[in-house]
């Protein structure tokens, strides 16, 4: 089983409609979480932390559910640019390590 | 301010040929990873460098692979011996644990490895 699993997508999500996509993790002792995006060809790069009481920015909202170890990832009304594969990341626990989900693609359609 | 370099952003090398892969963190990070990632696939660790510590190699697939790190700055990952399953995108990764974001990873653009 792996440490971080998400479900690959591809997710075809009309313009302007809100998508939600999970991730669980199995390491009860992460303490950190992260959403990070990565563009097609291109560096990931860090697209907001996870709070235990959930968080928004702007369109985009996080929530932890430890008990469940899983995480979510809302976006309302998507962007074309929104279009990328986003990583859920969990710390590893004993360092700053952060262990990786392969990433759900996400593709929205004018 | 700049952010983490890599070089070459790309690299053909025959199949039994040894490559150095270079990275340049952002200045004053004093963690910084590698990783690889295979077309279409997530991010696969294999090393991790913080500060004076033993790096953790634990990530790396066999011992052709290598990796130091010069004056806790620059780092440079060695494949000794590259087979064609070595072919994917290397890329590191720079992070400052001492403050602000700790876990917030800065990526360069990566080094596209093809072994023919």
């Known amino acids: 089983r792996k440490e971080v699993e998400q479900d690959p997508g591809p997710f075809n999500v009309p313009e302007g409609a809100t998508v939600a996509f999970n991730c669980t993790y199995s390491n009860s002792a992460s303490q950190s979480f992260f959403w990070y995006r990565q563009d097609c060809r291109k560096e990931p790069k860090l697209l907001m932390s996870v709070y235990s009481s959930g968080n928004e920015d702007g369109r985009f909202t996080a929530q932890l559910n430890r008990a469940s170890q899983y995480i979510s990832l809302l976006i309302r009304d998507s962007k074309l640019s929104d279009s990328a594969t986003y990583l859920c990341?969990?710390?590893?626990?004993?360092?700053?390590?952060?262990?990786w989900g392969a990433g759900t693609k996400l593709i929205i359609k004018p | 301010g700049a952010g983490v370099s890599q070089s070459p952003s790309n690299k053909v090398t025959e199949k039994g040929k040894d490559v150095e892969l270079r990275c340049d963190p952002i200045?004053?990070?004093?963690?910084l990873y590698w990783y690889r990632q295979s077309l279409g696939q997530g991010l696969e660790f294999l090393i991790y460098f913080q500060g004076n510590s033993a790096p953790d190699k634990s990530g790396l697939p066999s011992d052709r692979f290598s990796a130091e790190r010069t004056g806790g700055s620059v780092s440079t990952l060695t494949i000794q011996r590259t087979q064609q399953e070595d072919s994917a995108v290397y890329l590191c990764?720079?992070?400052?644990?001492?403050?602000?974001?700790?876990?917030?990873?800065?990526f360069g653009p990566g080094t596209r490895l093809t072994v023919t």
């Open positions: 200045s004053g990070h004093t963690a």
């Open positions: 990764a720079s992070s400052n644990p001492g403050q602000g974001s700790p876990y917030e990873q800065y």
């Open positions: 990341v969990v710390s590893r626990g004993s360092n700053y390590q952060l262990i």
